[in-house]
């Protein structure tokens, strides 16, 4: 699933190269797969449909860009696109003359009470706003207790419960004690309703003119589905939204809700919730969503950054290097070391929605990062033909390299096996199309042109010579496409692990790397 | 079904509530549970990812008494039960739910049928309107496929536009409607553990299932307040259990869930109750650690018996997207769910993607929600549901 969507428009594209610019037919062929990508995220039906539209627009005339394949830049355009329409920038919360009134709002059990506690502890420990907290939620079994527990946890101050009070009375009275005891802020949790439910949509519209809140929130969860352009319609028009607090997004869902309501709305993504806990409350960040309901995670923030910062020839000569299938033990050091530079294996798992699960059986399978360390021994103890020539390792080399790194001769044989795997892969590759070897390894490099160099100068300059060489006889018309499958993680090829195919994947070393700037 | 009582009338919610109020007196002495050596030493690893809860297996169990039963909630009960004849069963309102959410969809095939004959856009048209109920772009797609063969072409009314979907539908989902099956062993309750994402309705469902399973069959029912983690997750399912007189069993907050489960099936044993309800903190899916503080629960529990627990319902929020294909996997793969329920049908959205999860993993759909009150659970009739997801009356 984690890029079917990129692999598809490959499929579609592949025929397409080295035509000038992207035609009707071009867009109208991959425009299936977006729209297919999309539903599966949840966005809605209507707001896919418009999405769609627009991108066409965008998209056909456009200019192939060159040493770019027209995947890659449909993908880049509904990128944007979808940035763009979840809100570029990220929305602060008002304030008015004090008390400030938050109203939180929204379906039954989509996380209101606990957004409540979240928003009312992060304004009082980041911004030293006097908060108070009120539940108006008569209706829940517990859910003033709720609150009130919650209050207690986090250190904010509650309303205290008085039995068989309305919630406009309840409102009133919290208006009243801020008031007087020089509240800055009244949060308002509200009971959960359904949006057809026009008695209770009465109720909160009452609370809302007795209150007039400078913020209403809409407290959605994550996983909604088709309906989220329901309920944000009907509460929008109810009470008059100012923004969206998207919970869950901790879950695996692709969160197409979020592009959903931001559409039907127009009202921003304030904030997102992230977890259980109280200080489990983060602001919202459109690219994040957008790699994600596109399925890629952060990929294609990553890769834009690579954009930015690689040279594009100098990574088709990479890629070369990989086509002819030469991968050995130098290559595979760099790919662990720059993984363990963007914050080793854990990190990269939670960069990426839907495999942020896997952490634990990662780690389960004890492919954590003292595993990578103990791989990283292994070649560091290997002599530099070791290290180029992987087939020189004998039985009696095995012993030595073991003895030297601290591991055993079934490490070796381990390591070894991975990078056959890594080879065989890269094999694969060359039939499938070179190209898509290179994006990932832009991901992987981006920005990080220093330290490749401090790398490269580990090595053996002789070694690097060759690889120049090398470098330099191939090259030849390549379009990345970093999306496509065939990367793979460094020694997790073999181990039965998930399948982590899509992740971008790196090797290839160069010590003479200048840092140049694309375009 | 036996009755449901409204729940808007502001009086009687009131009512309602300062009896839940008053039921539990404080002081209620605690009930030491006898826990020898060779009880389960939960292994400390698995805690709530949240809370760090290091407890110890025995702790405070308090039991919630049955509350007296009295003539006041003898005319109450009456009335709701006269109240049931003005509101119709499950499916009126449910029918009402989904038909005030359907507009959009019935307005669709109403356009639809101005064009005589079955043709790709009107396939598309219907695909799009299944798609818009939550069905996912696959299953709609497979379900217009299936519906097509040997219409398309054919001329065709809005009719039985509506009548063979509704049937296509229907066939898909049938397999799954199955009622739940009590089967009371003789040494003890039967036991059935909830699960779910957070906020699904897993607390609300017990408290439905238990008054159901005692109207029903005269259960004596129990319940175990296995959410040791949300803040007043234990007060709320008391108050569940005061209001169908079932006995709660529970422990401090940041208990260890398994102990309570352990405990609680121990305690109804003893009591000779029939039924044990197993309630659980929500969890997300991809949350390996609460996946498999949930396994251990069952792991606890089969240490008390084999056969435990009789069934794992996984309680599924029918505004639930396409990710409801991930929570079951998940759950069925750590726990082996049962069956499940589908709450909020009352609600806006169709859940349709459980037409997609029939196909798929064939999980019974033992009941599902359609409001908050405690008689608004109902037996899942796939030809009800299907028909007023295209637009027909019951
Ligand atoms: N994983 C996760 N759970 C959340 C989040 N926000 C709320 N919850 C959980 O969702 C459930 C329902 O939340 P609650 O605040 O009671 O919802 P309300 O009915 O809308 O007030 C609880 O179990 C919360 O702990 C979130 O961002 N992530
Ligand atoms: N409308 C409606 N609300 C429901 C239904 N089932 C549960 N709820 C509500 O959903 C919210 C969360 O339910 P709860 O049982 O606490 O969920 P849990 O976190 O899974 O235990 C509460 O406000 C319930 O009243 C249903 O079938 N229909
Ligand atoms: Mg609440
Ligand atoms: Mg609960």
Same mark, same amino acid.
């Given at each position: 699933m984690f890029d079917s969507l990129s692999e598809k428009l490959g499929g579609v594209f592949s025929?397409? !190269?080295?035509?000038g610019s992207l035609s009707e037919n071009d867009v109208m062929a991959v425009s299936r797969e977006i729209r297919i990508a999309l539903l599966e995220a949840d966005v809605a039906l209507p707001v896919v449909k418009d999405f769609i539209a627009q991108i066409k627009d965008k998209a056909v005339g456009q200019d192939v860009i060159r040493g770019v394949n027209p995947a890659q830049q449909v993908i880049k355009i509904v990128h944007d696109e979808l940035v763009n329409m979840l809100g570029s920038e990220a929305d602060e919360l008002k304030f008015s003359s004090p008390p400030s009134v938050y109203l939180m709002v929204g379906l039954q059990g989509s996380g209101k009470t606990t957004s409540t506690a979240k928003i009312a502890r992060m304004l009082s420990e980041k911004q030293k706003k006097k908060v108070l907290m009120a539940s108006l =939620? +008569?209706? !829940?079994?517990a859910a003033q207790e709720q609150l009130a527990q919650l209050g207690e946890q986090t250190g904010v101050a509650t309303l205290d419960i008085v039995e068989g009070q309305k919630p406009v009375d309840i409102t009133k009275r919290a208006l009243d004690t801020a008031r007087k005891e020089g509240y800055d802020l009244v949060m308002l949790d509200t009971a959960g309703r359904l949006s057809i439910d026009e008695t209770m949509m009465d109720e909160v519209k009452a609370v809302k003119k007795a209150s007039n809140p400078i913020e209403t929130l809409l407290v959605a969860d994550?996983?909604? $589905? *088709? =309906?989220a352009v329901q309920t944000a319609t009907a509460f929008d028009e109810a009470v008059g939204l100012s923004g969206i607090m998207l919970t !869950? +997004?901790? $879950? =695996?869902? !692709?969160?197409g809700a979020a592009m959903s309501m931001k559409a039907v709305? /127009?009202?921003?993504?304030?904030l997102i919730g992230v /977890?259980?806990?109280?200080?489990?409350i983060e602001t919202f960040h459109p690219d994040r969503i957008a790699g994600r309901i596109l399925g890629m995670g952060d990929v294609v923030s990553l890769v834009e950054k690579a954009v930015e910062t690689v040279d594009a020839e100098d990574a088709q000569k990479m890629a070369a290097k990989f086509k002819k299938g030469q991968f050995d033990y130098n290559d595979l050091l760099t790919q662990m070391q720059q993984m363990s530079k963007m914050g080793g294996m854990g990190t990269m798992m939670k960069m990426m929605p839907g495999l942020s699960g896997m952490q634990d059986k990662i780690a389960e399978a004890g492919l954590d990062d003292s595993f990578v360390k103990r791989q990283e021994a292994i070649i560091f103890s290997m002599t530099k033909e070791e290290r180029e020539k992987p087939?020189?390792?004998n039985a009696k080399r095995k012993k030595r390299i073991a003895a030297g790194s601290g591991t055993s001769v079934q490490d070796i044989n381990k390591l070894a096996k991975q990078l056959k795997q890594m080879q065989t892969m890269m094999k694969k590759m060359r039939k499938m199309g070179t190209g898509k070897m290179m994006g990932m390894m832009k991901d992987l490099m981006g920005g990080k042109a220093d330290e490749m160099e401090m790398m490269a100068q580990s090595m053996d300059p002789d070694a690097l010579a060759k690889d120049m060489a090398d470098i330099q006889g191939s090259g030849g018309a390549l379009g990345p496409?970093?999306?496509? *499958? /065939?990367g793979g993680l460094p020694g997790l090829g073999?181990? $039965?692990?998930?399948?982590?195919?899509s992740l971008p994947t790196h090797g290839g070393k160069k010590k003479d790397r200048k840092k140049k700037k694309k375009r | 079904m036996v009755f449901w009582r409204k729940k808007k009338n502001a009086k009687e919610q009131e009512e309602q509530e300062r009896e839940d109020k008053i039921v539990?007196?404080?002081?209620e002495p605690a009930i030491e549970p006898s826990i020898d050596e060779d009880d389960p030493k939960l #292994?400390?690893?698995?805690?709530?990812?949240l809370e760090e809860n290091g407890s110890e297996i025995i702790e405070d169990l308090d039991e919630t008494p049955v509350p007296k039963h009295t003539a006041q909630d003898d005319t109450k009960e009456h009335e709701d039960l006269s109240d049931h004849s003005e509101e119709g069963g499950w499916l009126s309102r449910l029918t009402t739910g989904l038909s005030k959410s359907t507009n959009k969809f019935t307005q669709g095939l109403t356009d639809l049928v101005t064009k005589k004959k079955l043709d790709q856009d009107m396939l598309d048209e219907l695909e799009e309107l299944l798609i818009a109920a939550d069905l996912g772009p696959k299953t709609a797609m497979k379900v217009v496929e299936d519906f097509s063969?040997? &219409?398309?072409g054919k001329d065709i009314s809005q009719e039985e536009v509506q009548e063979a979907l509704a049937d296509s539908i229907a066939a898909i989902l049938k397999p799954v409607a199955?009622?739940?099956?009590i089967q009371k062993p003789d040494n003890g309750p039967f036991v059935i553990l909830m699960c779910g994402v957070n906020g699904a309705g897993k607390t609300t469902t017990i408290g439905k299932l238990a008054q159901n399973f005692k109207d029903q069959y005269g259960y004596k029912v129990m319940m175990a307040a296995? #959410?040791?983690? &949300?803040?007043a997750a234990v007060e709320q399912l008391e108050v569940w259990s005061k209001r169908t007189n079932s006995t709660l069993i529970k422990k401090d907050v940041g208990a260890d869930a398994a102990s309570v489960a352990f405990e609680a099936y121990a305690k109804a044993k003893e009591e000779g109750a029939d039924v044990l309800l197993i309630d659980t903190a929500g969890r997300l899916q991809n949350k390996a650690n609460l996946m498999e503080e949930l396994a251990k629960i069952i792991r606890v529990l089969k240490k008390q %018996?084999?056969? @435990?627990?009789?069934e794992v319902v996984l309680v599924l929020d029918s505004?639930?997207?396409?990710?409801a294909f991930s929570q079951l996997e998940t759950f069925k793969e750590m726990v082996h769910v049962s069956g499940l329920v589908v709450t909020? @049908? %009352?609600?806006?959205?169709?859940?349709?993607?459980l037409i997609g999860l029939a196909d798929q993993f064939?999980?019974?759909?033992y009941a599902v929600g359609v409001?908050?009150?405690?008689? #608004?659970l109902q037996p899942f009739e796939p030809q009800h549901y299907a028909r007023s997801l295209v637009g027909l009356s019951g």
């Open positions: 025929k397409l !190269r080295g035509k =939620d +008569v209706y !829940r079994p994550a996983m909604t $589905g *088709q =309906d !869950r +997004v901790d $879950g =695996d869902a !692709r969160g709305t /127009g009202k921003p993504i304030k /977890g259980e806990k109280w200080d489990e087939d020189l390792l496409n970093p999306f496509a *499958q /065939g073999g181990l $039965g692990g998930p399948d982590l195919g | 539990h007196p404080p002081g #292994d400390p690893e698995t805690e709530h990812e063969q040997g &219409r398309f199955l009622p739940f099956n296995g #959410d040791t983690f &949300r803040a %018996d084999e056969s @435990l627990p009789h505004t639930t997207g396409q990710n909020k @049908l %009352d609600g806006s959205a169709k859940g349709g993607v064939g999980v019974p759909v409001g908050e009150a405690v008689n #608004d």
